[in-house]
């Protein structure tokens, strides 16, 4: 080989290895920008809705015209996020993308997936509508539905409740894996749904059945993020399972307690109470029975 020819080779690869190099280190440094930016907008979210969360129960309607507002603006900056940075938010794979796939665990990683993505949309698209708002101790609680659905400890009449917890706290612990090179998450909940009853009360507002058991949902997202990473901190999503109601139901009354427990020991209870028209959706058939029980999460 001639030397010039060389010597435009070796400029040539020395060109292009340095062109890899630095579009690799701008594709890392954008990442690192981009994560950097999605948790200050995280941040900047708890901060509103902390604001928000000092709204009097009573004030249901303005607690409603709030959290749309703060769900419009996050799901703008989320947009103004990816547009900025197209390709650095794309660096963490949500947690049913990540690793070897296991079989058996798969279709549930996948309906996680599923829930979770549909409940950021909620946000996202200015569906957030609760039909029920309560507050206590610094939490909101929204009942965000309460349709008719399959029992899924059997597949008889029952009720889906879908709840919406603001405030709810949380923690992360850190397990180290052999050698110490890698670590398992583990996202704790330091609070308790405590027992959950439900009234039912006819047409002249007297009592007429009761129902009462352990407060646990039956579905808890407890760490959204590890599916939808840009979902809005500091919101626990979940739904309890009810039987259908009687026939002579006109109003449904929910209690829940929520005890939550501080670093230091404390525990602190906030009460929810929701007063709700029952529809007839919810009722039984004419002419059914009704035997009142509550469903308890899986163990």
Not at 104 to 131: C, I, M, N, S
Not at 159 to 183: D, H, K, N
Not at 189 to 197: D, G, I, S, T
């Amino acid at each position: 080989m001639r030397p010039a020819l060389k010597v435009l080779v070796t400029t040539v690869l020395a060109v292009a290895v340095v062109a890899w190099l630095f579009g690799a280190w701008r594709r890392v440094s954008l990442q690192a920008e981009a994560r950097f930016a999605r948790e200050r907008l995280k941040r900047e979210f708890l901060e509103r809705s902390a604001g928000a969360r000092g709204i009097a129960p009573e004030q249901a309607s303005d607690w409603r015209a709030e959290v749309r507002a703060l769900a419009h603006w996050y799901a703008d900056e989320v947009q103004a996020l990816k547009n900025r940075y197209p390709e650095g938010l794309g660096a963490g794979a949500p947690e049913s993308a990540r690793g070897a796939k296991d079989p058996d665990k798969e279709g549930t990683r996948a309906e996680w997936q599923h829930y979770a993505a549909e409940r950021f949309k909620l946000f996202a698209e200015g569906r957030y509508e609760p039909v029920g708002c309560a507050a206590d101790r610094g939490m909101h609680l929204d009942l965000l539905s309460v349709e008719p659905a399959p029992n899924p400890a059997g597949g008889g009449r029952a009720l889906r409740v879908e709840f919406a917890l603001w405030g709810a706290p949380r923690r992360t612990e850190r397990e180290m894996g052999p050698g110490g090179r890698s670590a398992t998450v583990h996202v704790v909940l330091p609070y308790a749904f405590k027992e959950l009853r439900v009234s039912v009360l006819d047409a002249q507002g007297k009592t007429y059945a009761e129902m009462s058991g352990p407060g646990e949902p039956y579905q808890k997202l407890a760490d959204p993020e590890r599916f939808v990473e840009e979902f809005p901190p500091g919101v626990l999503f979940g739904a309890f399972y009810l039987d259908a109601l009687p026939r002579e139901a006109t109003r449904m009354v929910l209690t829940l307690p929520v005890e939550a427990h501080g670093l230091a020991g404390t525990t602190t209870v906030a009460s929810f109470r929701f007063d709700l028209p029952v529809a007839d959706s919810w009722k039984l058939p004419p002419g059914e029975a009704f035997q009142a029980e509550t469903r308890e999460a899986p163990r």
